[in-house]
């Protein structure tokens, strides 16, 4: 027997031994509170013998329901199920008595009805027990997968062909790694915290990795909207404030998502990348799937659509995953509180409070939710369904308040490259073959927040300017979290200030915003976009005082006699139609930032001034407007660095865009960056929409009644707003991810709980 078995079969008889003991722990407990059931001689025993009574008893117990309940099972089989599952519970008191009687000397002893009771109780010990010593057990875990791959393909008639191979055209799983940049997942990769990625690497007939490049707005909502709907136009920030409304939009909140959505599909007449036999997983966005879950956009819907919270409900109908979340839950919260008072013994800077409801916020993200989300994957994969995307927001979540190189943060990166295993290991058992691509959507980029460096805030500065008061102690900007607002969404619960942030109470203060190190600001009585001259005519000082400020970058505003420019210190200021990468105050920010910045100077809903942190291309650090030590949302290092991950078998990324250029016809704006990869979500949307026509052929529909992931033209809006009427019915070309889908029933994302899988192991 080689090393590998004689561990496997060391660590099944550990796992047989502590059940038994813990069971047995459970029997004597029982026999302690309940009066009718006893496991001593009438006239008492010794500590020793009744605790060997109880050994033997568990011992029996466990056993018969190991041999015996599952031949009873089957052969009960054509009882229907009510009675069945009434049945259940004195067949299982059955056995306990049996297993009683076994006792030598009689020496236990219940009556019926304290059996059942005795009896449900050893067995959700033993469940629980045995679940959370085995969720580390890949093979059990395969096995039941195998089991459950076999099931599935019976009930679907879809054999393995006779050469093992299987049927139709390969399907495709996109995994987003949230926050993870391109050198980040390199490094982890080559220091062994990702041993599944280096993999896929190392292998000449595996994946390859390049980097692309984000749009200015370097943040999920602007990256996610422009992957899946292929478009994100006029998003120039995480959050950011319309003034014809009077509103902030916040990507991470359920109204603006399915606004945000709504907009796009009318941008571009198509449903999304996964409007064909599609499903979206943990998402800000639906992408046109009609199999949902936790789809934040799809949270604001009303009425029947709304099953944004179905992978939850899904997920833990399993009991077996509910003990091992719950487990993995309570020990990432102590893990987050051990790992923080370390940071504040050693005095590690730069450093940002972690108490308060974060610890939880934390474990939602890097535990729940990456379950529920891959559970539901695997799901999918069983399914067969041709497109599958999924965002784990582990990393993201830990990065933004431990930071992205972190010990901390890499813990998380070894995780996810575990679950990233177990969906390549599924692959070889689900009934169509898949092809697996994992992304990001933005990086990170490490340094002290502003407010920590400097002692006031954004706003402060911008108060400051303005000739206005500022308070004493600065304020400091809630921190932009998806987690957070998830972790509201999943509890039903109202997001934190979403109703007295959408209104700002003054009109005539100025609106400060803040996306990572990209601050917003805003002037709510000026129609339309402020120019310089307005701005120099009421606050004088202000845009001197924020160009010349050390934490600061550039800003981007406009003017009535020069067009908008952008300006730096010492007086900088150049034309935006003229700008160069590597030239004036942008020199530093690398390349592509000239065109990222003209890009967003053309959104209807750009703020008044736009401002860019400072950037170290030494060191790679910029300032945060947020309290984040990880940062994303602007300009500057890692965070605009993103990574794409993908099979050979597909075509190369840039051969993709060259071939989806028609002679002749330049696209707007560069869409690959010399040596970097693609530029732009939506060129990545190009990139991802290829592969899925390359994979299953034309994006055929099945039914022409639109999708569950578009806004219907008479759905109304959470703010009483109608949604307005979709361009040309959604009848956009098919064969770019297609804007109609393939309709299957909404109960499909909830699956039997005889076929619940288990989800990733914490």
Not at 176 to 200: I, K, R
Not at 494 to 514: F, I, N, R, T, Y
Request: proline content about 6%; aromatic content about 6%; hydrophobic content about 40%.
């Amino acid at each position: 027997m080689s090393d590998g078995r004689w561990r496997r079969a060391g660590g099944t008889l550990i796992r047989v031994v502590a059940v038994w003991a813990v069971s047995t722990l459970t029997l004597l407990t029982l026999a302690g509170i309940l009066p009718d059931f006893r496991l001593q001689a009438a006239d008492g025993d010794t500590v020793t013998r009744t605790a060997f009574t109880a050994a033997w008893g568990a011992g029996a117990f466990g056993l018969l329901s190991a041999l015996v309940w599952p031949v009873l099972v089957r052969a009960l089989l054509i009882v229907p199920a009510l009675v069945l599952g009434a049945l259940v519970f004195f067949l299982n008191g059955s056995l306990l008595l049996i297993a009683l009687r076994l006792i030598p000397d009689g020496r236990g002893d219940a009556n019926p009805e304290t059996a059942v009771v005795v009896a449900a109780v050893m067995s959700a010990v033993a469940s629980a027990t045995s679940t959370a010593l085995a969720v580390r057990d890949d093979d059990a875990y395969r096995r039941r997968l195998s089991r459950l791959a076999d099931r599935r393909r019976r009930r679907s008639g879809m054999p393995r062909s006779a050469d093992g191979g299987r049927g139709g055209p390969p399907g495709i799983v996109f995994v987003q790694l949230d926050g993870v940049g391109h050198d980040v997942l390199e490094q982890a990769a080559a220091d062994g915290l990702m041993p599944t990625v280096a993999g896929l690497l190392a292998d000449e007939a595996g994946h390859r990795l390049t980097p692309w490049t984000t749009d200015w707005s370097s943040q999920t909502g602007a990256s996610q909207l422009g992957i899946l709907h292929g478009s994100n136009f006029d998003v120039p920030a995480f959050r950011w404030f319309e003034k014809e409304t009077g509103t902030v939009m916040v990507s991470s909140r359920p109204a603006s998502a399915l606004e945000l959505q709504r907009r796009a599909i009318a941008r571009t007449h198509d449903g999304g990348l996964l409007t064909v036999d599609g499903a979206s997983r943990g998402n800000l966005f639906s992408g046109g799937a009609d199999q949902l879950a936790l789809v934040l956009s799809m949270a604001a819907r009303l009425g029947k659509g709304r099953r944004s919270r179905a992978g939850y409900f899904a997920y833990f109908s399993d009991p077996a995953n509910a003990v091992r979340t719950a487990l993995s839950f309570v020990a990432e919260v102590g893990r987050e509180i051990g790992q923080s008072v370390r940071a504040r013994v050693r005095k590690e800077s730069p450093r940002v409070k972690r108490g308060g409801l974060y610890p939880f916020i934390r474990a939602f993200a890097t535990v729940v939710e990456r379950d529920v989300v891959v559970a539901a994957v695997i799901g999918d994969m069983f399914a067969g369904r041709t497109a599958v995307y999924a965002d784990l927001v582990a990393y993201d979540e830990v990065a933004h308040h431990s930071g992205p190189h972190s010990r901390d943060a890499e813990k998380v990166l070894t995780r996810l490259d575990r679950s990233l295993g177990l969906i390549l290991k599924i692959a070889d058992h689900t009934p169509r073959d898949y092809r697996i691509v994992l992304l990001s959507d933005h990086g990170q980029s490490p340094g002290e927040t502003f407010a920590g460096r400097y002692g006031l805030t954004l706003k402060d500065l911008v108060r400051a300017g303005c000739g206005l008061p500022v308070p004493r102690r600065a304020q400091r900007t809630r921190s932009a979290s998806e987690a957070r607002d998830a972790v509201r969404i999943a509890l039903h619960r109202p997001v934190a200030g979403e109703h007295e942030a959408e209104h700002p109470a003054k009109p005539s203060d100025p609106v400060v915003l803040a996306s990572g190190n990209l601050g917003l600001l805003s002037f709510p009585d000026i129609g339309g976009r402020a120019s310089r001259e307005q701005l120099d005519r009421r606050h004088p000082a202000l845009l001197g005082t924020l160009a010349s400020h050390p934490g600061v970058g550039f800003l981007l505003v406009r003017s009535q006699k020069h067009g908008s420019v952008v300006m730096g210190r010492g007086g900088a200021e150049v034309p935006v139609a003229e700008l160069r990468d590597g030239e004036g105050p942008i020199a530093v920010f690398g390349a592509g930032a000239a065109e990222a910045v003209r890009r967003t100077d053309g959104f209807p809903h750009v703020a008044d001034v736009m401002i860019n942190s400072m950037y170290d291309p030494g060191t790679g650090r910029v300032h945060a407007f947020e309290e984040q030590i990880g940062s994303h949302g602007g300009l500057g290092g890692e965070q605009s660095r993103p990574f794409l991950l993908w099979p050979r078998t597909l075509t190369d990324p840039l051969d993709v865009v060259a071939a989806d250029t028609p002679p002749g016809e330049a696209p707007e704006g560069p869409v690959v960056a010399p040596s970097a990869g693609p530029v732009g979500a939506e060129t990545v949307h190009r990139v991802l929409a290829r592969w899925l026509r390359e994979l299953s052929g034309p994006q055929v529909p099945l039914q022409q009644e639109g999708f569950a992931g578009a806004v219907r033209v008479d759905e109304p809006f959470p703010d009483g707003r109608e949604g307005k009427e979709q361009q040309d019915r959604q009848e956009g070309p098919a064969g770019a991810g297609g804007p109609l889908t393939a309709a299957r029933d909404s109960d499909e994302a909830v699956p039997d709980p005889d076929d619940a899988v288990p989800g990733t192991r914490g």
